[in-house]
């Protein structure tokens, strides 16, 4: 129980080096820093910014929706920084739990949650590839791919809740519903 810190802090340095070199990964690939700035800068470069948009057309839209893409995605990601901090709050209590054989599962419960809300980052970096990938250019199909990965990289967390379990942060949050599944204990 005294060293949970500490093992949690190893869990985020060890996410942290997989992150950096999916990062490295990324730069060595496409000979360019991989992060959220060089995204907003493909979606500059290739959506005109236009101080004269009508709001009802096409550009319009797709301005709005980009705009509340990054909007959401700030969000979540806000939630996810203080679900993991909390979840290092906790780790204390749960690793104490490992001592009687029916606790473990709250243990284990949490575990999955750290580690799942601590892979959605790399799992991010993945899906920045995609600009990258793909060659943008100034038309509708491009701007369409750009809509598609502002939400691929929104709906992230709930592709990994699918996937291997844990809680989306994408759909209903409240903080009745994060307890139950924090401690419903399967």
């Given at each position: 129980?005294?060293?949970?810190?500490?093992?949690?802090e190893?869990?985020?340095n060890?996410?942290?080096?997989?992150?950096?070199?999916?990062?490295?990964?990324?730069n060595?690939?496409?000979?360019i820093?991989?992060?959220?700035?060089?995204?907003?800068?493909?979606?500059?470069?290739?959506?005109?910014?236009?101080?004269s948009?009508?709001?009802f057309?096409?550009?319009?839209?797709?301005?709005?929706?980009?705009?509340?893409?990054?909007?959401?995605?700030?969000?979540?990601y806000i939630?996810?920084?203080?679900l993991?901090k909390?979840l290092?709050?906790?780790?204390?209590?749960t690793?104490l739990c490992l001592?009687?054989d029916?606790l473990?599962?709250y243990?284990l419960?949490w575990?999955?949650?750290?580690i799942?809300?601590?892979l959605?980052?790399?799992?991010?970096?993945?899906?920045?590839y995609?600009?990258?990938?793909?060659?943008?250019?100034?038309?509708?199909?491009?701007k369409?791919?750009?809509?598609g990965?502002i939400?691929?990289i929104h709906?992230v967390?709930?592709y990994?809740?699918?996937?291997?379990?844990?809680?989306?942060?994408?759909?209903?949050?409240n903080?009745?519903?994060i307890?139950?599944?924090?401690?419903?204990g399967?």
């Amino acid at each position: 129980m005294n060293c949970s810190l500490y093992i949690s802090e190893g869990i985020i340095n060890l996410n942290y080096l997989i992150s950096q070199y999916l990062l490295e990964l990324g730069n060595y690939l496409f000979k360019i820093n991989i992060s959220f700035t060089s995204f907003t800068n493909i979606i500059n470069n290739s959506i005109n910014i236009d101080t004269s948009i009508n709001i009802f057309s096409l550009d319009g839209i797709i301005h709005s929706m980009l705009s509340f893409g990054f909007i959401s995605i700030l969000i979540t990601y806000i939630l996810r920084f203080i679900l993991i901090k909390i979840l290092i709050l906790c780790s204390p209590f749960t690793f104490l739990c490992l001592c009687e054989d029916n606790l473990n599962k709250y243990f284990l419960n949490w575990l999955k949650y750290f580690i799942v809300l601590l892979l959605n980052q790399n799992i991010v970096i993945i899906a920045l590839y995609t600009p990258y990938i793909l060659d943008f250019k100034d038309n509708m199909y491009s701007k369409f791919l750009i809509i598609g990965v502002i939400y691929t990289i929104h709906k992230v967390n709930e592709y990994i809740k699918e996937f291997i379990g844990g809680f989306s942060m994408s759909n209903n949050i409240n903080l009745k519903g994060i307890s139950s599944a924090l401690f419903k204990g399967r």
